[in-house]
């Protein structure tokens, strides 16, 4: 009898052993949906430190701190669905890129303040650069940094019309004229923030009508869009 509990541990060993090897191989492989991310670090700007994810789905999230140095700061984080057309774009250049396997010349991988990371599973391959003079690398980089221009006047907008909405107008102008400079890109990420803006009767009505501009200016980008495709 004895014998047969012993066993009967020792099986139960065997099998939360083996779960416990599963659990931490998975914890070690990659994301399961290819995933392109693009980290910066940075000085004298508002986002030092910043990571941002897309996925081949089109799922995206955009992580930043203020203090790049110390880590420190609380992090601002922003889950979001990017448009096919930028999905589309990322991928081909990191195809054209080789998924970022191999050396590329122009870039310096030990002093990297960016890098760009291709993720699939237990695939993982990464550049470290600060500047390259490989244009599919610097196309990738001018725009992930376009969306993150976004995403941080999205941080500011919330901040401000928490704390200083007197304020949210001349911010809003400031991201219409980027914008149409070609400066931004997927505005619509941010629409939720825009959105709250424009129906806040507690907001002046200069930052009202900003925020609806660019909310009616992203809903006939996204129709203009549509009309294509179909």
Known sequence: ?????????????CVLAFDAAAAA??????PPIATVTYTIRQTGVNAPYYSLAITSMGSASYWSLPNSNQRTGDPY???????TATRAKIFQLTQHLHFFRGNFKNTHPNTGSKSLTFAEGSIKNEIFYDSSKNRSINRLTALFQKISATMEFGRRLEGLRAGNPHHLASELEQMERQWKRGHLAEVQAIAPVLRTIASDSAVPETARRYAGNILERTRANESKVSSVRS
């Open 25 to 30: 191989a998975a914890a070690e492989a990659g």
């Open 77 to 83: 984080t922003v889950q979001f669905a990017v448009s």
């Open 1 to 13: 009898m004895a014998k047969i509990i012993s066993a009967v541990r020792f099986a139960i060993l």
